[in-house]
């Protein structure tokens, strides 16, 4: 019985893996708000060497799925994994939902707020809940994301 339950385990495992959904695979709300509390007080000690960091692998501001983004007025992407240089306003999720201008009108400094949209949890096409704390620091509009 045991090999049979540790052999179940090991097909699960292995089917699942690639869909991202192994408990441990994704950041929690706890950890996305302390991920972005720490960009906060990055942004505010040095802007510049903030966003080098956010934007490296190894600077210190990713783990598993979250990650630090910050945009500017414009809705410019300064800081993200792979999309620096989108147009933060102008996206929407896959209803349609423009997230990203959201995201602008609710930031606010020393504030955080949430936003909730539909994005597909990382190697998945399938689009699920996804909340993000958003926040204003200077002129930027920061946030870390998690999936729920």
Same mark, same amino acid.
């Given at each position: 019985?045991?090999?049979?339950?540790?052999?179940?385990?090991?097909?699960?495992?292995?089917?699942?893996?690639? *869909?991202?959904?192994?408990?441990? %695979?994704?950041?929690?709300? %706890?950890?996305? !708000?302390?991920?972005?509390? !720490?960009?906060?007080?990055?942004?505010?000690?040095? @802007? %510049? +060497?903030?966003? +080098?960091?956010? =934007? $490296? /692998?190894?600077?210190?501001? !990713? %783990? $598993?799925?979250?990650?630090?983004? *910050? +945009?500017?007025?414009?809705? =410019?992407?300064?800081a993200h /994994?792979?999309?620096?240089?989108?147009?933060? @306003?102008? #996206?929407?999720?896959? !209803?349609?939902?423009?997230?990203?201008?959201?995201?602008?009108?609710?930031a606010e400094?020393? @504030? &955080?707020?949430? &936003?909730?949209?539909?994005? /597909?949890?990382?190697?998945?096409?399938?689009?699920?809940?996804?909340?993000?704390?958003?926040? $204003?620091?200077?002129? #930027?509009? *920061?946030?870390?994301?998690?999936?729920?």
């Amino acid at each position: 019985m045991k090999h049979l339950v540790t052999g179940v385990a090991v097909v699960l495992a292995l089917f699942l893996a690639p *869909c991202g959904v192994l408990a441990g %695979d994704l950041g929690t709300a %706890d950890e996305a !708000r302390a991920m972005l509390d !720490r960009a906060v007080a990055a942004l505010k000690q040095d @802007k %510049d +060497a903030a966003i +080098a960091k956010f =934007n $490296r /692998p190894d600077g210190g501001f !990713r %783990d $598993r799925d979250l990650y630090v983004f *910050c +945009a500017t007025p414009d809705g =410019n992407t300064v800081a993200h /994994p792979t999309h620096v240089g989108t147009n933060l @306003k102008q #996206l929407k999720d896959k !209803r349609g939902m423009p997230f990203g201008a959201e995201m602008f009108e609710v930031a606010e400094e020393g @504030k &955080v707020r949430e &936003v909730t949209y539909m994005w /597909p949890k990382p190697g998945g096409d399938e689009p699920v809940e996804k909340v993000t704390y958003v926040t $204003r620091v200077a002129d #930027l509009v *920061c946030g870390v994301g998690y999936y729920k």
